[in-house]
């Protein structure tokens, strides 16, 4: 690798901060993440004001032919194909691009360009300073329901230099367009589970399934499941009605993105979080003591009663010790 491409030498250092996550899936990470709390004071001076125009990644016809070249290649193979390429770390059959659309390039999806430069940040989510490559742990963790890959592992660090690659050239701390998810205004009308049923059958269920357990073809995942075993978990950042509504409201139906008027996205996100789906990996052992210290505000639907049922009470055996004890 050259010292040119080398992350840590390249002069957009000066402007990337953290070398290194991958969602799948969901809620830049930051900025769509309702745990992370604000840059403080003295980076935001230092950040560059807003672009007029959306950022635009590089072009992969731009990508060096070289080890930097061919370790950003296969980042975007384990974004795009992650349980095929970082299986024994994932939980469910959920990629890095069902939530971060185009290969984590599509604005309003989260995309890695709007991530990447938001690191270091302080998230309350575990409480300190997260580097990027702690951001993509925690969608392992989370959004694969799977295991963190530890520190160095050649599959983060391929995710981490995709997403370098992906920035080149953004604004540290700077607010971009796209960046995140959209942040929806409050609903008109409070969210509603039946109208959000009516939503999903109209405009959803003919690729997620009207189970919710998505499709698949030759084996891979087309259309990831939303709710039960084999999705995200409750820790994961999709799990947050806000940030699924954002991202429902942009991008879905697929090719669609923007024709669902905004009460029907809450309506439709209401709807979706209100399923059971695997345990969060910190659960206390206690559906009600783990909602009150990691669930406690109105956009998660976790330890609530749906239906008859207490959600989070389903998978009390985490199923993400499943992915860890596979070979």
């Known amino acids: 690798m050259t010292d040119r491409f080398r992350p840590g030498r390249h002069p957009y250092r000066r402007v990337l901060a953290a070398l290194l996550s991958a969602a799948a899936c969901g809620a830049a990470f930051a900025a769509a ?10 980076n935001t001076a230092a950040a560059t004001p807003t672009p007029a125009q959306p950022f635009t990644p590089p072009a992969e016809s731009a990508l060096p032919d070289d080890e930097f070249g061919k370790t950003v290649k296969l980042g975007e193979r384990i974004f795009m194909h992650t349980p095929e390429f970082a299986g024994k770390y994932v939980g469910n059959p959920l990629t890095c691009a069902s939530c971060h659309l185009d290969a984590g390039r599509r604005a309003d999806s989260s995309p890695m360009w709007g991530a990447y430069p938001l690191y270091p940040a302080y998230r309350i989510k575990n409480g300190h300073v997260n580097t990027f490559a702690e951001r993509l742990q925690g969608c ?25 690659w992906l920035a080149q050239g953004a604004p540290i701390g700077g607010k971009l367009p796209g960046q995140g998810f959209p942040k929806l205004p409050p609903p008109a009308q409070k969210p509603d589970y039946a109208r959000g049923a009516a939503v999903y059958a109209q405009h959803c269920a003919l690729c997620h399934g009207a189970d919710g357990q998505g499709q698949s073809s030759g084996g891979k995942t087309v259309f990831p499941p939303l709710w039960g075993a084999r999705s995200f978990n409750w820790g994961a950042g999709m799990g947050d009605i806000r940030n699924a509504a954002g991202f429902i409201k942009a991008n879905m139906p697929l090719g669609l993105g923007g024709t669902l008027t905004d009460q029907q996205a809450w309506d439709v996100a209401t709807f979706m979080d209100s399923h059971e789906r695997p345990q969060d990996p910190r659960f206390t052992g206690s559906v009600e003591a783990t909602r009150a210290r990691f669930h406690d505000n109105p956009d998660s639907m976790y330890g609530r009663t749906v239906n008859g049922r207490v959600l989070g009470s389903v998978y009390i055996r985490n199923a993400h010790a499943n992915a860890r004890n596979r070979p």
Request: cysteine-free; charged content about 15%.
């Open 33 to 42: 993440d309702p745990s992370a709390a604000p840059a403080p004071a003295a």
């Open 140 to 164: 392992f963790r989370y959004s694969m329901n799977g295991k963190a890959p530890p520190n160095g592992d050649p599959i983060l660090v391929a995710l981490e230099t995709y997403a370098y």
